[in-house]
């Protein structure tokens, strides 16, 4: 499999199925975009450009920016999104659901999402990969709003983001606070949304675990391959995170779904100054201090989700983690 070069976007069968369901005819999108026609099921390529000028299309069709960007998200059908999208929706909870966001969205440039948690929040930070070409102003709002949707739909509750910024003035601010259900700020230094750090830990009622262990491996190889000049750490730790309940904790398991032999990945690996044991123990340490932080979690049972047959081994590692035990850590963090 070659890699997909970094300038070109696929655009999904669904994006125009998804259209139609609006009552908005492919043709005068392409038309006004300047693009042939897609006839085919296949997913079309396109240009950075070219991405950017089917966004202006459908802003330029539907009048109303607010309006398109709450129409498009709320009236997509979920079954129509690729397997990069629909992984998300199939996840354990909100927080699992977003990490797969922001990680397959390097699959599908030209936008760049990055999330960070502190105190009660967790924000969300939308880029452009060209700094010097960002995108239309439709194209931000429909980002940020398809990630709240994102917990909406998988969660079956009614969230609500807790703060958005945008960059362009261009929005009716009163139409997107209706849908995001919280202040708008325009003209910001950035596009960005804050939410509830709380509602990171709602299961997904959509969660599928069969699904997910078909698609995961899948989607992580075709990542592999689009960043083969890149490191492999990232990748390695986060499929050793989704593997530590009950799975093969091997260096051959890793690199079957990496679709190359052990010592090539170990190669990969000494080549980027560390190992596979010390990327496990890092995948352990970090998912540990995240499970210990949902106090609906007993310890045996984090012991049980970091892949220890026995309790008292995961306290031994911890104690040298963080030089505490597990009970200890969490009513210390608890607290602060």
């Known amino acids: 499999m070659t890699s997909q070069p970094l300038d070109l976007v696929k655009i999904p069968p669904g994006f125009w199925a998804g259209l139609r369901g609006m009552g908005i005819d492919p043709r005068d999108i392409a038309c006004k975009a300047r693009l042939p026609l897609p006839l085919s099921m296949e997913p079309l390529e396109v240009s ?16 109303d920016v607010s309006a398109g960007i709450v129409k498009l998200t709320t009236a997509y059908e979920t079954a129509l999104y690729p397997p990069t999208v ?11 659901a977003l990490k797969r966001t922001v990680r397959y969205k390097q699959m599908c440039p030209p936008e760049q999402l990055s999330i960070s948690e ?3 929040f967790c924000t969300i930070e939308l880029e452009w990969q060209d700094d010097g070409q ?3 102003p439709v194209l931000v709002g429909i980002t940020l709003a398809n990630l709240l949707e994102l917990g909406r739909r998988g969660t079956s509750q009614a969230l609500t983001a807790a703060s958005v910024d945008l960059s362009h003035s261009l929005y009716d601010a009163q ?6 259900g919280c202040p708008i700020r325009v003209g910001a230094d950035g596009n960005r949304m804050r ?3 709380r509602d990171l830990d709602r299961p ?15 989607l992580d190889r075709s990542l592999m391959d689009k960043r083969q000049s890149g490191s492999v750490c990232e990748i390695v730790k ?8 009950g799975g093969r904790l091997d260096i051959q398991a890793v690199a079957g779904e990496l679709g190359m032999s052990g010592r090539t990945l170990q190669r990969r690996l000494t080549d980027e100054g560390t190992s596979f044991k010390t990327l496990l123990t890092q995948a352990r340490q970090e998912q540990a201090r995240e499970y210990l932080a949902d106090s609906s979690l007993e310890i045996k049972e984090v012991a049980f989700l970091l892949g220890y047959e026995d309790q008292n081994s995961f306290y031994r590692a911890f104690r040298q983690w963080e030089g505490d035990t597990p009970a200890n850590w969490r009513a210390e963090h608890k607290s602060s």
């Not at 950075?48 to 009048?63: K, M, N, P």
């Not at 997904?204 to 899948?218: D, G, K, M, R």
């Not at 986060?238 to 309940?245: A, C, D, E, N």
Request: charged residues 20%; hydrophobic residues 45%.
């Open 48 to 63: 950075t450009a070219q991405y950017f000028a089917i966004w202006e299309a459908y802003s330029d069709l539907v009048g």
């Open 86 to 96: 629909l992984a998300t929706y199939h996840a354990r909870n909100y927080r699992d």
């Open 118 to 120: 502190e105190d009660e």
């Open 134 to 136: 960002p995108g239309p």
């Open 175 to 180: 139409a997107l606070e209706a849908y995001f």
């Open 195 to 197: 939410l509830h750090r």
């Open 204 to 218: 997904f009622v959509s969660y599928n675990a069969e699904l997910l262990e078909i698609l995961t491996p899948v």
């Open 238 to 245: 986060w499929i050793l995170k989704r593997s530590l309940t």
